[in-house]
Nanobody, 125 residues
Framework: QVQLVESGGGLVQAGASLRLSCAASGRTFSTYVMAWFRQVPGKEREFVAGIRWSGYSDFADSVKGRFTISRDNAKNTVYLQMYSLKPEDTAVYYC???????????????????WGQGTQVTVSS
């Protein structure tokens, strides 16, 4: 019912900025929490940031103060603006949409039935 497509990844140097986009199609975009996760080989997928239709957002401690998340409901698009990128930010970044069970549950991958294909972000030192 919902399709998500990420874009905007690439190779950048430490300290650089990058903006990721997630374009959604299908139904009930506004009723879901939209989130960004990231994953590196051998590691579990981890929560990065999430946002409600209202604009309320939350971030993982590892990116707090460096990343911002926003959404344009008219365009059915969510963005992840990343500043001061570090090599440890290197990962495949995934957009997800799911049922909002409360901000303390946003990190649970199983609450997100819809996922994008991922976009690679590589930060060199």
């Amino acid at each position: 019912q919902v399709q998500l497509v990420e874009s905007g990844g690439g190779l950048v140097q430490a300290g650089a900025s990058l903006r990721l986009s997630c374009a959604a199609s299908g139904r009930t975009f506004s009723t879901y929490v939209m989130a960004w996760f990231r994953q590196v080989p051998g590691k579990e997928r981890e929560f990065v940031a999430g946002i409600r239709w209202s604009g309320y957002s939350d971030f993982a401690d590892s990116v707090k103060g460096r990343f911002t998340i926003s959404r344009d409901n008219a365009k059915n698009t969510v963005y992840l603006q990343m500043y001061s990128l570090k090599p440890e930010d290197t990962a495949v970044y995934y957009c997800a949409a799911g049922v909002d069970r409360g901000v303390t549950k946003w990190h649970r991958t199983y609450d997100y039935p819809y996922w994008g294909q991922g976009t690679q972000v590589t930060v060199s030192s």
